[in-house]
């Protein structure tokens, strides 16, 4: 286990040095840069910042000196909000986006898990056909109809929820499901296929023989195969949830890392998109390591090497 740890973190350190190059020279590749703006700044203030940002050395020099900075996990500061550094702008709109995430996580594999169970359970019946029918919608409309529809009924005609804005628990409560619905989706679909094709092994139909509650069948023996596919989706699914969604924080006006995301890409924002990228890189890597990490515990016939 140690080894096989030691070797992804190995793999981790070089993938993140290949994303970061591959971002470094894309960002410079495209036109335009983050200097440039609608009213055009003196030739003087133009320099000083080229300076203080190093834009006017050669471009190998800066990549080698970037290289050094994420090395040491210095992320510089951010060309558009120039007083903030890119670690404290993740440090505030992460925990936000987290936050939003791991209720929708929660939405996802609840909702998820249950009408996977019981549509597998209760399979060619009236009760599987209609939450595949709610799977498949869910999977088909996208996060800002979900929400316009939340909208519609538990703010103006069942005022229950704030509409928008950030603070308690009420005010995850709408986006954190518009976010997790269509993963719940997904997760349901993908559960159903993994039940049905574990009912259908030996050893369940020997825990029935021996008399066993189909309760007991389902949740002790069952449950764990029938995970399998659904760990395997949520390795990257976590981390695009977790670093936020641009629509979902933008129609609730949650102050997560998901505009930053459009921001620093349309405004040439070189360090706070490198820092951007070079997280969800991270998070997307560890997910997909603890899901298989997770294998072995999910299928003992799993080794890791």
């Known amino acids: ?159 229950v929820f704030p509409a928008a804005g950030w603070g308690t628990l009420r005010h995850l409560i709408l986006p954190g499901f518009c976010l997790g619905a269509p993963f719940a989706a997904y997760v349901a679909r993908l559960t159903r296929t993994g039940m049905l094709d574990v009912l259908s092994q030996d050893y369940i139909r020997t825990a029935y023989a021996k008399g066993l509650a189909t309760r007991t069948v389902i949740l002790r023996h069952a449950l764990k195969g029938a995970m399998l596919p659904v760990v395997s989706f949520l390795g990257p699914a976590i981390a695009g949830i977790l670093t936020g969604s641009l629509v979902v924080e933008q129609i609730f006006a949650i102050p997560g890392l998901g505009a930053h995301f459009i921001q620093a890409a349309t405004g040439r924002d070189y360090t706070l998109a490198m820092g951007l990228v070079l997280i969800y890189t991270t998070l997307l890597y560890t997910m997909n390591m603890l899901v298989d990490i997770s294998y072995t515990y999910l299928d003992p016939r799993v080794k890791l090497e």
């Open 1 to 159: 286990m140690i080894g096989f740890i030691l070797k992804r973190l190995a793999w981790m350190a070089i993938t993140l040095w290949v994303v970061f190059t591959a971002s470094f020279f894309l960002m410079r590749a495209v036109p335009g840069g983050p200097l440039d703006q609608e009213r055009a700044l003196a030739p003087e203030i133009e320099q000083n910042l080229k300076q203080r940002y190093h834009l006017d050395e050669p471009i190998y020099r800066q990549y080698l000196r970037e290289l050094g900075n994420v090395a040491r996990l210095d992320l510089g500061y951010s060309f558009r909000l120039a007083d903030f550094r890119v670690g404290e702008i993740i440090a505030q709109g992460f925990p936000i986006s987290a936050s939003l995430g791991i209720v929708a996580l929660g939405f996802a594999l609840s909702l998820g898990l249950v009408a996977g169970i019981v549509s597998a359970v209760r399979r060619q019946t009236l009760i599987d056909f209609s939450l595949m029918l709610l799977a498949t919608v869910g999977i088909a409309l996208p996060n800002f109809v979900i929400a316009g529809i939340m909208i519609i009924l538990f703010v103006f005609l069942v005022p």
